[in-house]
C-alpha cells in the first residue's frame, strides 16, 4: 500500500504540536513563579469567540475591530482580524488572581505572553493601581 504524502507530514506534525505545548507550559509556570512577567498577546490562531473578554479584570481584551478605552479616552482598534489585547492594560491579573485568567479560557490556545512588553511585578502592579484610578 503506498502512502499519502499527508500521511508522512503528521509525526512532524506531532512532534512541533508537543514541543509548542511543552514550550508554553515552561513559559507560564516560569512567568507564573515570578521570574518575569510579560503582557499577554493573541495571535493569529484566535477564531474571536471571545471566551477571553470575560475573565479579563482588567477589560483589557476587545473584539475585532473595536475601540478600547482607558480613563474614559477612546482609542482605535489594535486589531482588525481577532480579539486583542491592550498591553497597556493587561496587568496578567496581577491584584485580581495568581494567573493570568484568558489563557485556560481560549480553546485555541492562541494566547501567549508578549516578549515585547515584558514588565515587573511592581510596573504591573502600579499599572493595576493606575488603571484602578483613572478607570478601565
Known sequence: MVKQFSEYLYLPYLVFKTIDYF?????????????????????????????CEAECPNTAIYSPGLAYNIGGQEYAALSEEHTYIVPDKCTECVGFYDEPQCIPACPTEAILADPSHVETKEELIAKKENLDLVGR
Open 23 to 51: 514550550w508554553k507550559a515552561f513559559l507560564l509556570n516560569y512567568i507564573s513563579s515570578g521570574g518575569f512577567f510579560m503582557a499577554i498577546m493573541i495571535t493569529d490562531e484566535c477564531i474571536s469567540c471571545n471566551a
